[in-house]
């Protein structure tokens, strides 16, 4: 028998998971073998459903396995209120340590030319759409402080202000418990810039 | 739809891995739906097949779907030598370490009364016949030098000797490029009293 053996072929298939290296692999598939068959199991046919199903919603273009995303379908939401996020992921991250009730748009990645990102990969045509609907009051572009997720954020504002919604970003600054000491010397000169007067 | 989605569903089946938590397993769900659905699908398929095929090996009840493992239908192995171990990761560590050409025996788990363990759950009848045979002349016993290893360790080479086979142990001491500061009181201690003569 040549075949490789399967604990080794599934020591290789972890690695597909991020920040999951040989030795965690390892660690990983024989924990499940000895411990955990059943929540292997599980997430095998969890996983093989997820990988065929889950697609983008038709709407804010998040991931879902439904024609539309549970947060497209609440009635609950401020139609009012569009946050244009980078990543599904971005989206959770807001999703979960903020109070945001309005709705979202993932572009999945940020305008990058040069690895052929334009603004129709990014679904940017779809968005002007749902702004020219005319339900958006206010967009708030949670791109990344990075180069291209400022130019990303430059030409949202520019789609918003085209048709009279207000673009807004969230605010930068000292980390609320960072110490000034370790901040990076860019988001400093910021915060110092844009620093507000003590009112109360 | 009350049903949980299947991103969801995913993210908690994945914390069925070890020191995979909920954050961890958020990034790996969508980075594998965002970037390598490949490497999700071949990973969901390769996991459903090992954790219904794999079982121990008849010989050395190691992990492996075949009926023995590659290591007992080696011909390249010596008989005379046997290592027994308490899992596959520390049979998996030998062999990436050491150039260890002998058979192993992996008895899951160490001697614990408390939890179940004996000597028939680890499998030490089928040890002693298989010591019984007459072609191992030297046990290595690798058991973790914790206090039920140590017991088990006690418990083996009592099997051995009664045999006739020549028990040995891994040798304990200073980790090579550990740094005697920091080593544990316990260990030193052992190093200290098992010094040995400098020849040259």
Redesign the interface.
Known sequence: ?TQV???D??ID??R????VGQK?A?????????R??E????????????????GHCGRCRT????PE??ICRSGQRDDALLCVVE???DL?AIETATGYRGRYFVM?GRLSPLDGLGPRELGLDELARRLDAGEVREMIIATNPTVEGEATAHYLAQLARGRGIRPSRLAHGVPLGGELEYIDRGTLAHAFGMRSEITD
Chains 1, 2 share one sequence.
């Open positions: 028998m053996p399967l604990l072929q599934l298939a972890l597909c998971l991020p920040g965690t390892q660690r990983m598939a024989l924990q499940v073998l000895e955990n068959r929540g292997g199991r599980r997430l095998a046919r969890v996983l093989g459903e997820a990988v065929e199903r889950i991931l879902t396995e439904d995303c549970a990543t599904p992921s959770a999945h």
